[in-house]
Nanobody
Framework: QVQLVESGGGLVQAGSSLRLSCAASGRTFSSYTMGWFRQAPGKEREFVAAISWGGGTTYYADSVKGRFTISRDSAKNTVILQMNSLKPEDTAVYYC?????????????????????WGQGTQVTVSS
């Protein structure tokens, strides 16, 4: 079992930065692939970024490449999403997700169906 708690959301102006954190419980955190997804009102949940269990491989949605960076600190059981140059279209609830690396494929890493564990979400609002 893994429990995930997101933090760091808020209201910012376009062009600003935010740093989202996801704190994970469980002693086997380092064996999990971690992802960030977001969901805007009236839209489906969409992939944002993911990082492999060892941190050596990262994945990004085209819409955030060059602006967002995902990282993990296994010693602190934490995954970070650094978001720079925020745009109004980045407004959404951001969710942290986890799945055992042994059950993950590259294709599943970028889809909500590829994750079993989810946090409650944190709101990010970017004003123009």
């Amino acid at each position: 079992q893994v429990q995930l708690v997101e933090s760091g959301g808020g209201l910012v102006q376009a062009g600003s930065s935010l740093r989202l954190s996801c704190a994970a419980s469980g002693r086997t955190f380092s064996s999990y692939t971690m992802g960030w997804f977001r969901q805007a009102p009236g839209k489906e949940r969409e992939f944002v970024a993911a990082i492999s269990w060892g941190g050596g491989t990262t994945y990004y949605a085209d819409s955030v490449k060059g602006r967002f960076t995902i990282s993990r600190d296994s010693a602190k059981n934490t995954v970070i999403l650094q978001m720079n140059s925020l745009k109004p279209e980045d407004t959404a609830v951001y969710y942290c997700a986890a799945e055992q690396a042994a059950r993950t494929t590259a294709a599943l890493t970028t889809t909500p169906a590829g994750y079993h564990y989810w946090g409650q979400g944190t709101q990010v609002t970017v004003s123009s």
